[in-house]
T-cell receptor, first 117, second 109 residues
């Protein structure tokens, strides 16, 4: 079956440009997470959706970051006025349950590598 | 707040050597614990997990035991292979996963 897919896989943006990163979770998965992984670091939480509701956005680093999941499936992470510090791999993960507390596996996409020049 | 600390890499081993990657955590309560692996050019995938104290997770010859006394979840494998070369991440779960920084393992034949 299809896993989590993300597009584009690579994105180069000039400083100040807006970018949109797409995540297609596994069909039927209720929960969707976005993470940011800087070079040489572990992934860090950005935001969490349960169906179309954004339940936690505490990890978004600034108001330039915005995420949506309007129909409870595909999600888009938008970064406005990109800065060099936004350069990272952006990972999307989904899981069938309603949160990670029960120890359910999160299924990760391949990530989008964003480079801001 | 909650956090995960894992040993710095890179770890370089010869094939068939014994592997230990240390992982300790700080958290309230008893979160579930995970090891994820990232092979070159691939996405993160679950290697093993443990959901309560004293549970042992195992997969592909790797093992880790949830030790609440020492707040640890060390990853071990008795005999590594070249194909085990990857980056290994220890993580705990709240609503989202909280990851360590990752440990790069390189196995040579």
């Amino acid at each position: 079956g299809a896993g989590v897919s993300q597009s584009p896989r690579y994105k180069v943006a000039k400083r100040g440009q807006d970018v949109a990163l797409r995540c297609d979770p596994i069909s039927g998965h209720v929960s969707l997470f976005w993470y940011q992984q800087a070079l040489g670091q572990g992934p860090e939480f950005l935001t969490y959706f349960q169906n179309e509701a954004q339940l936690d956005k505490s990890g978004l680093p600034s108001d330039r970051f915005f995420a949506e999941r309007p129909e409870g499936s595909v999600s888009t992470l938008k970064i406005q006025r990109t800065q060099q510090e936004d350069s990272a791999v952006y990972l999307c993960a989904s899981l069938p349950g309603t949160s990670g507390r029960e120890g359910y596996e999160q299924y990760f996409g391949p990530g989008t590598r964003l480079t801001v020049t | 707040g909650d956090s995960v600390t894992q040993m710095e890499g890179p770890v370089t081993l010869s094939e068939e050597a014994f592997l230990t990657i240390n992982c300790t955590y700080t958290a309230t309560g008893y979160p579930s614990l995970f090891w994820y692996v990232q092979y070159p050019g691939e996405g993160l995938q679950l290697l093993l997990k443990a959901t309560k104290a004293d549970d042992k997770g195992s997969n592909k010859g790797f093992e880790a035991t949830y030790r609440k006394e020492t707040t640890s979840f060390h990853l071990e494998k008795g005999s590594v292979q070249v194909s085990d070369s990857a980056v290994y991440f220890c993580a705990l779960s709240r609503t989202a996963l909280i990851f360590g920084k990752g440990t790069t393992l390189s196995v040579s034949s």
